[in-house]
C-alpha cells in the first residue's frame, strides 16, 4: 500500500485547507485510517479516525473545526481543516489506525498569526 498524502499550504489563522490522503495498491475500502500531525519539536499526534461502525474520533484540539471523510470511489480521505490555528502548524500524515504503513513525506500546513 502506497499513501500520498497533499493539499498543505500556509494559510493565515482563521483560514481553511483540505488535505487529500490517496491510498494506491490496496484491495480493500479505506476503512480504519485516520490523519496524524507532527509538529515541530513534538510528537507525532493522531488527529481523526473514520472507521465504518464506530463513531468518528477527533482530537479534543480539533473537534469542531476539522472534518474528516472518505471517498472510496477515488480511493481518497480527506481532512477538511477550518477555523486553522497557528498551534494546527505541522506536518499531517494518514496511516491506519494504529499506524501500519510507510508514513511517506506528509503535507505540511503552516498556519500564520
Known amino acids: 500500500v502506497q499513501l500520498q498524502a497533499f493539499g498543505g499550504g500556509l494559510v493565515q489563522a482563521g483560514g481553511s485547507l483540505r488535505l487529500s490522503c490517496v491510498v494506491s495498491?490496496?484491495?480493500?475500502?479505506?476503512?480504519?485510517m485516520g490523519w496524524f500531525r507532527q509538529a515541530p519539536g513534538r510528537q507525532r499526534e493522531l488527529v481523526a479516525v473514520?472507521?465504518?461502525?464506530?463513531?468518528?474520533y477527533y482530537a479534543n484540539s480539533v473537534t469542531g473545526r476539522f472534518t474528516i471523510s472518505v471517498d472510496n470511489a477515488k480511493n481518497t480521505m480527506y481532512l477538511q481543516m477550518n477555523s486553522l490555528k497557528p498551534e494546527d502548524t505541522a506536518v499531517y500524515y494518514c496511516?491506519?489506525?494504529?499506524?501500519?504503513w510507510g508514513w511517506g513525506q506528509g503535507t505540511l500546513v503552516t498556519v500564520s498569526s
Open positions: 473514520i472507521d465504518t461502525g464506530s463513531p468518528i
Open positions: 496511516n491506519k489506525d494504529p499506524p501500519l
Open positions: 495498491r490496496s484491495r480493500f475500502p479505506i476503512n480504519g
